[in-house]
């Protein structure tokens, strides 16, 4: 069959979106909406969205001229009697969807498809509230429909194979990029963002560490396009709470339940971007402009202590980019390994990525020789007597580490501050072994630290206001970026990442989805860099099992016992890239 004209209800956000999409893939379209002052808000808000694609140069004005003439805009719901596909998409309300159907039922002809854009309720419910069920079928977009290429397609069980079929084909001649799932809550990409989004929610509202670090935590330490808050101010909190809700209903996990501050800006009508006002502030409704962003870059510290002799501990990875990073920022750095060969070898690896990064042009040849200058390699911690703040990167056991700290608390003059790069144990653990427990913080840099902007400070109960300051000043020094949170498992972005990457290991196990689409759905439907699968292949399963079985054990959450998956994997030797084999298999 082919489709000629759409009929799209519904002219919020999402409709908006989807009518604009279609009718610039050349489809005439029907759209519709209950209200004139609904109809006027949905036809704003294509002008304003296209009026965008053409600053952009993603549209010239005649083509965006010729979008907007293909689109009827009407209050008129027989005028649907010329569709050959209806796609729906108010809000989330069974009830509200199921008397759409079967007022669209009655008016389209007997070929047209009828399709939902629900992100969570059941296609199945709606569908029996047709006289054709079979017709009936979930094309589930997102937000911003125009930009992101990603669409599910939903079959329910009663759902014919000729319709999945032109249902996909119809995806493709949009320009998406479709895969076919079964009627689940949350569908693949939904099911696997809102736990994290609500954990991000109940993060903020539990004062773990502002709106500001979440989202930029998020954004840097994982390189995703948006922090967690900003991006529920962008879906829409109302529509968060529904989805949520209706996952928590389906499958009563405690993860899913709608933190209760969502509840509460929706009822004050604080809905989020589309009204002006979410977590953020926005210039007005529909913009996507924050105005009440605190640039935490500028917030003035109190007292600091004064650093310019740094030592640092280890001769892995994480040592060496760490003491790459302060030679570069022009402090001299005492790196303390093992043995002498090991700090021989520490500071080979520095001076490769030295070299790396004059071939680059990221710096000087001069630059490059001043840097490896500052640095000098040893394997006696009484060389760090001097040193104002010591960064220890060993390994992550405890046992070894609060040795060290007994050490380093020994060796180090009065004042020295002790920081841990750990990622998964707790620093109160390592400052209560030491005298001086107010000078003892986290810094968890994130890998390869020569490139990654972000680093946790992490304050646990005991440290010092001066303490966290001078981490931070320090953090800005060297041109990254800080942002604090108190001492639990994962910190933020650990915390918010492997629960994420653990359930999609979940979903693969239930056979919902295959992990090639898996990671599909979260790069093309949330901009993510890479998908789950090839994130855990590249991080190592070995080190994704032991973050995500230390915040089990912490946070006692029946949501993040690891999966079995996971746990089999790691047991066969399968780690993912470093051995060749994990969730893919890899030539090495
Ligand atoms: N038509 C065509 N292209 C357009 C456009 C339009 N109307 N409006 C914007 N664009 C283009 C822009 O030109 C730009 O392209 P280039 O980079 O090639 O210039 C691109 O789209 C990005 O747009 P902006 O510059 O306006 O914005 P940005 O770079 O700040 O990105 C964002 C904004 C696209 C929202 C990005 O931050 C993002 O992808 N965020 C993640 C969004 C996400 O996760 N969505 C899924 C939510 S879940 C969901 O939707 C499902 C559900 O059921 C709730």
């Known amino acids: 069959m082919a489709i000629s004209t759409v009929g799209v209800i519904g002219l919020g956000t999402m409709g908006a979106g989807i009518a604009e999409v279609i009718s610039r893939n050349g489809y005439s379209v029907i759209a519709i909406e209950n209200s004139t002052a609904a109809l006027e808000h949905g036809r704003g808000t294509l002008e304003a969205s296209t009026a965008r694609a053409v600053k952009r140069a993603k549209l010239t004005e005649q083509e965006r001229s010729a979008l907007l003439d293909r689109i009827t805009f009407t209050t008129d719901m027989p005028a649907l009697a010329s569709a050959d596909l209806v796609i ?8 509200l969807k199921k008397a759409i ?13 009828l399709a939902t854009n629900t992100s969570s309720l059941s296609v199945t419910d709606i569908a029996v509230a047709t006289g054709r069920p079979a017709n009936v079928v979930g094309i589930h977009f997102f937000n911003p429909a125009p930009v992101l290429s990603f669409v599910e397609i939903v079959r329910t069980v009663v759902t014919s194979q000729e319709i999945v079929d032109e249902a996909v084909a119809f995806a493709r001649t949009l320009g998406k990029e479709p895969v076919v799932i079964g009627d689940r809550a949350g569908f693949i990409a939904n099911a696997l963002l809102f736990g994290y989004l609500n954990h ?19 954004r840097l330490g994982c390189g995703y396009p948006m922090g967690p808050l900003m991006l529920l101010d962008l879906i829409g909190l109302d529509t968060a709470y529904e989805i949520l809700d209706t996952m928590y209903k389906q499958g009563r ?9 969502l509840k509460q800006l929706v009822t004050a009508g604080l809905k989020g971007r589309k009204t002006g006002r979410g977590f953020y502030t926005y210039e007005a409704p529909g913009s996507p402009v924050v105005v009440d962003a605190v640039d935490t870059e500028a917030i003035e510290l109190g007292p600091t202590r004064e650093i310019a002799s740094v030592g640092v501990v280890g001769s892995g990875t994480m040592a060496s980019g760490i ?5 570069k920022a022009g402090m001299d750095v005492v790196l303390v390994a093992r043995s002498g060969d090991k700090a021989a070898q520490a500071l080979s690896r520095i001076e490769a990525s030295l070299d790396k990064a004059v071939s680059k042009e ?40 609060k040795a060290l700290f007994v050490e380093l608390d020994r060796t180090c003059k009065p004042g020295a501050i002790l920081a841990t790069t750990t990622s998964s144990l707790p620093v109160i653990d390592l400052a209560v072994v030491t005298k001086r427990p107010q000078d003892v913080v986290g810094l968890h840099f994130f890998n390869p630290a020569a490139v990654m902007k972000l680093v946790e400070v992490v304050r646990t109960v005991s440290t010092s206001d001066e303490v966290v300051d001078t981490a931070i000043a320090v953090c800005r020094a060297l041109g990254k970026h800080p942002v604090t949170c108190g001492d639990r498992a994962g910190f933020i972005v650990n915390a918010l990442l492997f ?57 006692r959450e029946p949501g993040f016992a690891p999966a079995p998956r996971l746990e089999h994997l790691v047991t066969a030797g399968y780690l993912g890239r470093k051995t060749g084999r994990g969730f893919r298999d890899y030539v090495n």
Do not use: W
């Open 101 to 113: 159907f079967a007022e669209v039922d009655a008016i389209t002809p007997p070929h047209a498809i």
């Open 88 to 95: 729906e998409a108010v809000s989330e309300s069974l009830e």
């Open 499 to 555: 629960p994420y990457l653990n359930d999609a290991v979940r979903m693969l196990e239930a056979n919902y989805s295959s992990a090639n689409d898996i990671d599909l759905a979260m790069k093309k439907g949330c901009g993510y860099p890479m998908g789950p699968f090839e994130l855990l292949d590249v991080v190592g399963l070995d080190v994704s099992y032991a973050i995500q079985r230390t915040l089990y054990l912490e946070f």
């Open 323 to 327: 003491a790459e990073v302060f030679a």
């Open 253 to 261: 996990d405690r993860l899913h339940a709608p933190s209760p501050i």
């Open 200 to 218: 991000a929610v109940s993060m903020f509202e539990s004062k773990y560490a502002s709106r500001e670090d979440i989202d930029d935590a998020m």
């Open 362 to 401: 990221k710096m000087t040849q001069e630059e490059r020789d001043a840097a490896l200058e500052r640095v000098r390699g040893t394997s006696s911690l009484r060389e760090l007597s001097y040193a104002d703040l010591v960064v220890e990167a060993v390994v992550e056991d405890l046992e070894v580490k």
